[in-house]
């Protein structure tokens, strides 16, 4: 418990440390411009993949049952005819 208490106050320190630095600016300047390039991007979040996944899952899952309903309704017209 007393080390964790001295690692959030080490942690403190720097954190206050570099807000006063130049690195602070630099750090700003660089994430402006990364998400500036970002948003130029095609990109989807992790979230909106796994979503489109899962629809495209339910499609294909769609398609085989109707594939195989087809099957089934050529037999039975091939039989009859």
């Known amino acids: 418990m007393a080390n964790q208490k001295l ?22 300047n660089l994430r402006a411009m990364l998400t500036s390039l970002f948003s130029r991007l095609d990109l989807v979040t992790r979230e909106e993949f796994d979503v489109q996944r899962e629809v495209l899952a339910r499609t294909r899952q769609k398609l085989t049952d109707l594939e195989a309903k087809l099957s089934e309704l050529e037999a039975r017209m091939k039989d009859e005819g």
């Open 7 to 28: 690692i959030d106050d080490i942690n403190e320190k720097v954190k206050a440390l570099f807000a006063q630095s130049p690195a602070a600016d630099l750090e700003k």
